[in-house]
């Protein structure tokens, strides 16, 4: 192992340059201590561990943080995975530092439920370090950001697991602090790992307008820089080329061929003055083109995450769109660094202005740990970041001129409970620009929303609302008034909801079964009663559908053990070779369905078919009556159910969901070889948004065995999603 000076030497110029004397020596202690805590343990990619604080601490050394910070990167790791304690790190570097590290750290072992929970529960103990101190999370995602540099050398699944939390959790908090660079590399690296067939194609359709690209920039930058420096001679203008995740989020999301989008090429001109920015504004609309609808202004209107600058996009006379940003040489150092630009408030600097930003920078925090506190569901805050924390956003104003920010796609309501819980709990109407609107009316860019509210008593939201919000922290609210105000109707309302889903999925349980099911069900979605589940069915707590496939399962083991324990009044039989047991019936055709393909372990119910014995259904196949008893023929309705003595194989068919690729179908042909899966029938279709469906019938033996394949198919490059198909397409 080297010598641990040659490590520190990667950072040793950039943290003398950075710190004074007595600070850059607590940095290289710091170091020495990690050093000695880390030694003889590697990365998986074969390198010493220490490699990956240093880096990080390089990180926060490019956003200019402070000593501490950097000390906290660098010691990010010993407590997680060294003996050393939370207390020696105190001792020896101080209570602030030890806050910092201990923020960062993620929970011992928890007893969850699933790594949703652990992972939730995390977030919820970074965020409260984070709104104590801002400099948790920067340390954080510059944590994150190494790691995903890195994630080449992880095992597969966890590859696509940690690529998946990545863009859907850390790049979203990183948009909303302003943080761009790693924001978009976050991003970029992601969808590298979740979908390297499109990452691809992108990335070769920059390559080969490479040199085209960087001479029509070259050009632009020259033409504008000669107008603008005899305005502004101090102007520096810069060329920027759009992510490949912001190409992507277009091209793969909302339907866009690459020559539609028109901000893959941007120019950047930085001034002095807010007044020089709108000065070159004039003086660019004179140059070239602008298209209409194309233009923003976010220094009248700053995004929340304090982001300024000027946006429009031009047409130049070769018919090539591009953009051009303008902004302060302030704006700009917040737009690259976001909130790390305002960090030096933490450390008495008086600032009033980085006070006032810093504050409204993590507002969104608090608010988020407020909904979480108020529902009791820590999954609100992982649920809330995944679904509002988008990049497409709307900016509306309220009738006092402030501004609110909500996801592309927020209704009125959405825009009621953003202001606050009591607004949208009071919400009767809204007006859009002085006219009064339908509640789902979707707002837009601009308008001035006014909510309507009533002071009647026990008004108070609709249960219709919850299919009309689109953001996480509406619906959690909503819920979180029916969970306190409406307890017996919601009782009611879930029992409700629950028995008819049991009759729809052909579940009839006796008066016993019911009670014992739905007292299992109540244990394992841990409420303390039966009614507690109900009521939390009937605010949206649980939602049903999602529980669906457990209870099914519950519900099957009740009805088999209670079958086994009963006494025989006819013999039962197993006939035909198809491993069925039809109760009651000796020596009779047995053949199973072709619409829905059941294999061993669905739930399944026969049918006397005139003449060709007996035909064997899915439970929840389209052609089984949801209400058999009142069927035109009941009586044709057999009770039969699998002979799991005997071990046999079945026909099932399983449709892929894909993106098109020149390797897919061997890629599919070699996983299923590799697992010894015989394929008896394959064909597929292209859908219309270019996705590729592919239906293959094969061979399996029970559904946990289907369930096997399922699981390897998913992870088979290309292949978005795995489901059971009852027929070809």
Not at 481 to 499: A, H, P, T
Not at 633 to 643: A, D, F, G, H, T
Request: some cysteine; charged content about 30%.
């Amino acid at each position: 192992m080297p010598e641990a000076t040659n490590y520190y030497k990667q950072l040793e110029a950039d943290v003398n340059a950075a710190f004074p004397p007595e600070e850059a020596a607590l940095v290289k202690r710091a170091y020495d201590f990690a050093y000695e805590a880390h030694r003889g343990q590697l990365r998986r990619s074969g390198e010493d561990y220490i490699i990956h604080p240093v880096a990080v601490a390089k990180i926060l050394l490019q956003f200019g943080m402070d000593y501490q910070s950097v000390i906290a990167s660098l010691l990010h790791d010993v407590v997680e995975d060294t003996p050393v304690t939370a207390g020696e790190v105190r001792r020896i570097f101080g209570a602030d530092v030890a806050q910092l590290v201990d923020g960062v750290t993620k929970l011992g072992k928890v007893p969850l439920a699933s790594r949703e929970e652990q992972q939730a529960e995390n977030l919820r103990k970074l965020l409260l370090a984070m709104s104590e101190d801002i400099r948790v999370i920067i340390i954080k995602l510059a944590d994150r950001l190494h790691n995903m540099r890195t994630l080449k050398f992880v095992p597969e699944q966890k590859r696509r697991d940690t690529a998946r939390e990545t863009i859907e959790i850390y790049a979203p908090i990183a948009h909303r602090l302003g943080i761009r660079p790693v924001k978009e590399e976050l991003e970029d690296l992601a969808i590298s790992y979740l979908d390297p067939v499109a990452y691809g194609e992108i990335e070769r359709a920059l390559e080969e307008q490479g040199s085209q690209r960087k001479e029509f920039l070259d050009q632009i930058k020259q033409k504008i820089g000669e107008r603008i420096r005899t305005f502004v001679p101090d102007a520096v203008i810069e060329g920027r080329i759009k992510s490949v995740h912001g190409i992507y989020r277009k091209m793969y999301m909302q339907g866009k061929s690459f020559e539609e989008i028109y901000d893959i090429y941007a120019v950047r001109i930085i001034v002095d003055t807010v007044g020089d920015c709108y000065n070159c504004l004039g003086v660019i609309h004179d140059m070239y083109k602008p298209i209409q609808g194309r233009f923003k202004d976010y220094i009248s209107t700053p995004k929340p995450n304090m982001y300024q600058s000027l946006h429009t996009t031009l047409l130049g006379k070769e018919g090539i769109p591009f953009e051009v940003q303008i902004r302060t040489h302030e704006m700009h150092k917040t737009a690259e660094y976001g909130i790390a630009a305002h960090w030096k408030y933490k450390l008495g600097v008086k600032d009033k202005e980085s006070n006032r930003r810093i504050e409204k920078g993590i507002g969104w925090v608090r608010q988020l740990l407020e909904v979480q506190s108020e529902s009791g569901e820590v999954a609100d805050i992982l649920n809330t970041i995944k679904n509002d924390f988008v990049s497409d956003e709307v900016f509306v104003f309220t009738p006092k001129g402030d501004v609110i920010c909500l996801p592309l796609g927020a209704t009125v309501i959405d825009f009621a409970y953003s202001i606050h819980s009591a607004v949208g709990n009071k919400m009767v109407g809204a007006k859009v620009d002085k006219r009064i609107v339908p509640l789902d009316y979707k707002v837009k860019n601009g308008e001035i929303v006014e909510v309507l509210t009533s002071s009647q008593p026990g008004k108070g939201p609709s249960r219709d609302w919850l299919k009309i919000v689109t953001t996480n922290e509406a619906r959690t609210k909503i819920r979180t008034w029916f969970k306190k105000e409406r307890r017996e109707e919601n009782i009611v309302e879930g029992r409700q909801e629950y028995e008819r889903e049991l009759r729809r999925n052909n579940m009839n349980p006796t008066e016993e079964q019911a009670q014992q099911l739905v007292t299992i069900l109540s244990e394992k979605q841990k409420q303390p009663t039966v009614d507690d589940f109900y009521a939390a069915l009937g605010y949206g707590g649980i939602i049903l559908s999602k529980i669906m496939p457990m209870i099914r399962e519950e519900y099957n083991k009740i009805v088999s053990a209670a079958q086994k324990s009963a006494p025989k009044l006819k013999k039962a039989k197993t006939v035909s070779g198809e491993g069925v047991v039809v109760e009651g019936i000796d020596n009779c055709l047995v053949k199973l369905s072709r619409c829905c393909n059941p294999i061993p372990g669905d739930d399944i119910i026969g049918f006397i078919t005139r003449g060709h014995g007996i035909s064997v259904h899915k439970r929840d196949c389209t052609n089984v009556p949801r209400d058999i008893a009142s069927s035109p023929e009941p009586e044709r309705w057999m009770r039969v159910y699998w002979n799991t003595s005997e071990k046999q194989e079945f026909y099932a068919s399983l449709l892929l969901t894909c993106i098109a690729g020149d390797k897919l179908m061997n890629d599919i042909f070699t996983t299923l070889n590799s697992i010894h899966v015989a394929i008896t029938g394959i064909n597929t279709r292209a859908t219309k948004d270019g996705r590729l469906l592919v239906n293959v019938t094969l061979r399996a033996d029970s559904v946990e065995h289907l369930r096997s394949i399922m699981t390897k198919l998913s992870k088979t490059a290309g292949v978005t999603s795995v489901e059971r198909s009852g027929a070809d397409i």
